[in-house]
């Protein structure tokens, strides 16, 4: 997932040129697994920066919510509103 979510940022970042159904690809992928995995904290936030890049204004927002989620599951407590 980890090396996923770098290379999608280098293509959005445009430090690559990548054919652009494989970034929509990526960026669905990882969409994807924010929406079903269960991660650590800090890979909601990155994958929720990556998918922003993607097109997708509330990704930021929703994964602040799932980082919280994450936090609360492993015991801790979530300053973020829910």
């Known amino acids: 997932m980890k ?7 280098f293509a959005l970042a445009g430090c ?3 054919p652009s159904g494989s970034v929509l690809q990526a ?3 990882i969409e994807i697994a924010a929406a079903e995995a269960e991660m650590a904290p800090a890979w909601y ?3 929720g920066q990556v998918l922003e890049r993607c097109g997708l204004p509330e990704a930021r927002d929703r994964a602040e919510q799932s980082a919280c989620a ?4 492993n ?8």
């Open 16 to 18: 690559t040129v990548v």
């Open 45 to 47: 936030i990155g994958a």
């Open 27 to 29: 960026c669905r992928v």
């Open 70 to 73: 994450a936090q609360r599951r």
């Open 75 to 82: 015991g801790y407590r979530c300053e973020a509103q829910p």
């Open 3 to 9: 090396s996923l979510l770098i290379a999608a940022g």
